[in-house]
């Protein structure tokens, strides 16, 4: 059985990452996690660059033996743009030597892997952000149909979110229109719902967790035949 370690580095209120990262990775998982510091309301572009420069800080003190690096910060990603976020991913690549997956960037990848497109997209975010998405796909050919969002103005209002609202959310966004389903940020908790919105959509659907541990395995070059890519699309 594939056993990995994964160094995690998430926003200090994340309390859904850790949890449900290793539900996405097959094999028996380790999460190494590290916490980044940032205030009680939503990440702006303003707060990025100490974000990251926090984040690189935290990730040198990974252990030596992890195997790779997932960079769970959504909405960073996202405001940073895809330049901003392939740097930050380079900077930690340097910091540990590991392979690093950003969350945003295996959103993009994950996607276009299984050809989704005219996205309904479920978010927690500020319009500032959304639109920071919707730019992030469309660097890289993605559109957005239909995006909808729980607007949560404080880290307090995004912890409160539950997992049958997001299926609720997701239901009443995704229409036959869509040629995919993204719900968007790692706080979200969608591992106990991808299953029942997959057997209710023919279109792809995927979260930020559930695309990052794709990604992750991918990376890690773990064996396909295990979990086939129809299964998480279907």
Request: proline residues 4%; glycine residues 8%.
């Given at each position: 059985m594939t056993s990995t370690k994964i160094g995690l580095l998430v926003p200090v209120n994340n309390t859904t990452m850790e949890h449900e990262l290793p539900q996405f990775?097959?094999?028996?998982?380790?999460?190494?996690?590290?916490r980044?510091?940032?205030?009680?309301?939503?990440?702006?572009?303003?707060?990025?660059?100490?974000?990251?420069?926090?984040?690189?800080?935290?990730a040198r003190g990974f252990d030596k033996d992890i195997d790779v690096v997932a960079y769970g910060c959504t909405a960073a990603g996202f405001l940073s743009g895809p330049s901003g976020d392939a740097e930050i991913a380079q900077l930690l690549a340097e910091a540990t030597g590991k392979p690093v997956i950003t969350t945003a960037r295996a959103m993009v990848d994950t996607l276009t892997e299984?050809?989704?497109?005219?996205?309904?997209?479920?978010?927690?975010?500020?319009e500032v952000v959304n639109s920071?998405?919707?730019?992030?796909l469309a660097a890289s050919g993605i559109r957005v149909s239909r995006l909808?969002?729980?607007?949560?103005?404080?880290?307090e209002q995004l912890g409160q979110i539950k997992a049958d609202e997001v299926k609720a959310q997701a239901n009443a966004t995704m229409g036959d229109d869509c040629g995919g389903l993204f719900i968007a940020c790692?706080?979200?908790p969608t591992a106990s719902i991808?299953?029942?919105?997959?057997?209710?959509?023919?279109?792809?659907?995927?979260?930020?967790?559930?695309?990052?541990?794709?990604?992750i395995e991918k990376a890690l070059g773990l064996d396909a035949?295990?979990?086939?890519?129809?299964?998480?699309?279907s």
């Open positions: 990775v097959r094999g028996d998982v380790e999460i190494c996690l590290r980044i510091p940032r205030g009680k309301g939503t990440l702006s572009k303003e707060d990025v660059p100490a974000y990251k420069a926090a984040a690189v800080e935290l299984v050809g989704a497109n005219d996205l309904a997209v479920v978010t927690p975010y500020r920071q998405l919707r730019e992030f909808e969002t729980f607007g949560a103005e404080t880290t790692s706080q979200l991808l299953a029942d919105l997959r057997g209710a959509n023919t279109a792809p659907v995927w979260s930020s967790i559930s695309a990052t541990g794709h990604q035949d295990e979990r086939k890519l129809s299964e998480h699309a």
